[in-house]
């Protein structure tokens, strides 16, 4: 466990737009960052980040929160865990007690795959390096494509000795429980339920996830060994934490480069990727050999709305480029492409050349997708039924373009390229615009529908049980994370003017009738904001959306984000300004309650069997509260402070 002394350490340390700078590109305005929010489906920049505060915000879809809760968020990590992400960013050491087994077997399934594959990723890294089939075999095949010390560092890269028990041995004495090598593919479990390894013999390239924990691997067959193989690559099977079709190779070594150029190169294979980044181009990732998905564009499209496909010039190179690249464009994506002269491919391309070389060649030589799938696919083309095939499939690309535009523009070179009349082709294309939106609603209406049926968690799951969360308590609340250690004057029961807390006035105010909030976090932050009042430099805000609670911090920055924006936003209060809010939205707390109560009257006296002296007695209390609530109302449309 991880004390609270190194918890505070970590979080004064913590940057937030360093950490979200991570995951997704942000660009400066006024005094915040913005970008496309990584939680959801963003075509404009709606995610918020706040230096000042230490949280960041969609204004879309509500998700957000201090580092650590955007950790936990966007990589499932546990709590701790996301404290170790930033305290390993921050250099700072974590001192904690070892777990008992019962604690142990207690750690979530997840985590603990994780914990297996970073193992195995250091094991096949020290066989390449260390032992001495190691430096014989796998060495050389790394030597042989000329990757150098560094790039093979760089990516991790190793070797998997070639008996079949080799690694899962060295983990069981290691501790590791089979169960966990089975599970994240390293090992396969035959019907007698004896395991071995999967990637025996093979040069091996780890894959890591965007935030830098090895989610998967690849095994390469060793080029003596080739010949009469159908299966080169062997790769990890999908498993709790990854997902082929969701991950893409190279992301995390080259998440900055695409950020800082704002264009991603998109090429086939891990030596595509390797022999690039040696050659000093490191915005490259691969998509291994697989039609891109609808989650890595998105992935992608967190650092950058420009990609360029690069391939092999010849017919297999021709096929890869055109799959997967109509989700690009439905995506927003910029997209281009770019094939190198035959006979070559990136890795050959970028191997025997430098730089500068390939960066001119790709800049001269990348082509517009649809001018290039004009030029592909109509190029002596006579066939008349083959030519409408043709054009179909290049409107259809076209259809998928966001930009209305630059969409415009294509329909009509296409339409003078082609001869034919500009009308037919919008009349098409609109037909697959029609035939596109309804599909994807009705992919919606089954999102929203899973989405309904999942349990709500945390917080939010008491607001759900007391029916919705009250607007005025909500903003009474807010008052106290963001002015909770102000000072007020207001008036005792004498008609003394008193001085005292914004946080203390609301507790005791509150205390006097026993009310408390709907929302059980909302009384803790009252009840904790309270307690801490006296600690020196104690600052509300500060301490809540910093809080080493996720749950307290989370629901902290959703009540500063309306501050979020700019400086110039956030309520320029005064003393009095300050005093006059807080009291009518005390009184405004009251009134809520009150008429909660009287419906709660209201419907008792419905019910029915009710006898006459309980009927006397809820009457009682129901003309007793209408007073109350006249009273409240009055205070409300008055001006209550002298």
């Excluded at 297999?316 to 480029?321: E, Y």
Aim: net charge neutral.
């Amino acid at each position: 466990m991880i004390d609270r002394a190194t918890i505070d350490k970590i979080m004064e340390a913590t940057n937030i737009v360093d950490v979200v700078s991570e995951f997704v590109s942000l660009k400066k305005r006024g005094v915040n960052y913005i970008g496309l929010c990584p939680f959801h489906n963003d075509s404009h920049p709606s995610f918020s980040v706040s230096p000042s505060r230490g949280i960041c915000h969609c204004f879309t879809c509500g998700k957000g929160g201090n580092a650590v809760n955007f950790l936990m968020e966007l990589e499932q990590m546990s709590y701790p865990d996301a404290l170790r992400w930033l305290a390993r960013k921050y250099h700072i050491e974590i001192q904690e007690r070892e777990l008992s087994d019962e604690e142990k077997q207690k750690e979530n399934e997840r985590e603990s795959m994780f914990i297996v594959n970073e193992w195995a990723a250091n094991y096949f890294q020290d066989v390449l390096h260390k032992d001495v089939d190691g430096l014989a075999v796998g060495m050389p095949y790394f030597r042989s494509r000329g990757f150098r010390d560094d790039i093979i560092q760089k990516f991790k890269l190793g070797f998997a000795l070639n008996e079949r028990s080799a690694l899962s041995d060295a983990a069981t004495k290691k501790g590791y429980k089979s169960e966990y090598l089975v599970k994240t593919g390293l090992c396969v479990q035959r019907e007698d339920g004896k395991i071995f390894d999967r990637f025996s013999g093979r040069a091996i390239f780890p894959w890591f996830g965007v935030s830098g924990k090895v989610v998967a691997f690849g095994g390469r067959v060793l080029d003596s060994r080739t010949k009469g193989v159908n299966q080169k690559y062997v790769n990890s099977p999908d498993s709790d934490i990854y997902h082929k079709e969701r991950e893409l190779y190279g992301i995390f070594q080259a998440k900055k480069a695409i950020s800082r150029e704002d264009c991603v190169y998109m090429v086939e294979g891990y030596t595509d990727v390797i022999s690039m980044h040696q050659c000093g181009i490191e915005n490259v990732v691969a998509n291994s050999g697989t039609a891109l998905s609808v989650y890595q564009i998105r992935m992608l499209r967190r650092f950058t709305r420009n990609i360029t496909f690069i391939y092999d010039g010849d017919a297999a190179g021709i096929h890869a480029a055109l799959r997967g690249t109509d989700i690009a464009l439905r995506e927003g994506m910029n997209l281009k492409m770019l094939l190198l002269p035959d006979g070559d491919d990136p890795d050959s391309f970028a191997r025997n050349h430098s730089s500068e070389e390939v960066k001119e060649y790709i800049k001269t030589h990348q082509t517009d997708f649809i001018e290039f799938k004009m030029n592909l696919m109509l190029k002596g083309v006579t066939d008349p039924i083959k030519r409408s095939e043709a054009i179909n499939s290049i409107v259809q690309s076209i259809s998928m373009v966001t930009d209305q535009i630059l969409r415009a523009t294509y329909v009509h070179d296409c339409a003078q390229r082609l001869g034919m009349r500009e009308e037919t082709l919008i009349s098409q294309m609109n037909r697959f615009i029609r035939s596109g939106k309804d599909e994807m609603e009705k992919n919606e209406a089954r999102a929203e529908s899973v989405q309904q049926k999942a349990p709500v968690q945390g917080g939010e799951q008491q607001v759900k049980k007391t029916g919705g969360e009250k607007k005025v308590e909500k903003m009474l609340i807010r008052m106290v994370v963001l002015y909770g250690e102000r000072m007020i004057t207001v008036q005792d029961n004498e008609g003394n003017d008193i001085e005292l807390p914004l946080a203390q006035y609301v507790a005791m105010d509150l205390g006097a009738d026993n009310l408390k909030f709907t929302n059980e976090i909302y009384n803790r932050i009252l009840e904790e904001c309270v307690a801490h009042l006296d600690d020196e430099d104690f600052k509300a805000e500060t301490y809540f959306t910093q809080h080493y609670d996720p749950e307290v911090s989370k629901v902290a920055g959703k009540l500063c984000v309306r501050f979020q924006l700019s400086e110039s936003l956030k309520m320029n209060i005064d003393a009095m300004k300050l005093k006059n809010t807080t009291i009518r939205l005390v009184v405004g707390f009251r009134l809520d309650y009150v008429e909660h109560h009287l419906m709660d009257l209201k419907n008792q006296l419905k019910q029915p069997g009710i006898d006459a002296e309980q009927q006397r007695s809820l009457m009682e209390e129901y003309m007793k509260m209408q007073k109350i609530r006249n009273l409240l109302a009055q205070s409300l449309g008055s001006n209550i402070i002298k």
